[in-house]
Nanobody
Framework: QVQLVESGGGLVQAGGSLRLSCAAS????????MGWFRQAPGKEREFVAA????????LYEDSVKGRFTISRDNAKNTVYLQMNSLKPEDTAVYYC???????????????WGQGTQVTVSS
């Protein structure tokens, strides 16, 4: 079983940047897909971005394309989410997870971390 710990959240003004980290331990991955999700107050958890650990292929939700970049560091067993040009609507708790299923919704992912809060002020 893999354990995931997110970090890097905080309070930032609109237009600013943050970099989130997701450190993995335990049974780490060589050919998994890792994803970032977020959950805003009163809303369901939604997909943000994903990366293939082996190929580096990436996928983004439309609203973050061109602003967010997902990457990984094999040596550190860590996945990153670089967030630029942040908007107030990006405010949410951000989670990383490993993909177990075939889809891109929450139900296809597991081994969730505890999340890290991102707050963007206007």
């Amino acid at each position: 079983q893999v354990q995931l710990v997110e970090s890097g959240g905080g309070l930032v003004q609109a237009g600013g940047s943050l970099r989130l980290s997701c450190a993995a331990s335990g049974r780490t991955f060589s050919n998994y897909v890792m994803g970032w999700f977020r959950q805003a107050p009163g809303k369901e958890r939604e997909f943000v971005a994903a990366i293939s650990w082996s190929t580096g292929s990436t996928l983004y939700e439309d609203s973050v394309k061109g602003r967010f970049t997902i990457s990984r560091d094999n040596a550190k067993n860590t996945v990153y989410l670089q967030m630029n040009s942040l908007k107030p609507e990006d405010t949410a708790v951000y989670y990383c997870a490993r993909r177990y299923g075939s889809g891109w919704s929450e139900s296809s992912f597991g081994s969730w971390g505890q999340g890290t809060q991102v707050t963007v002020s206007s």
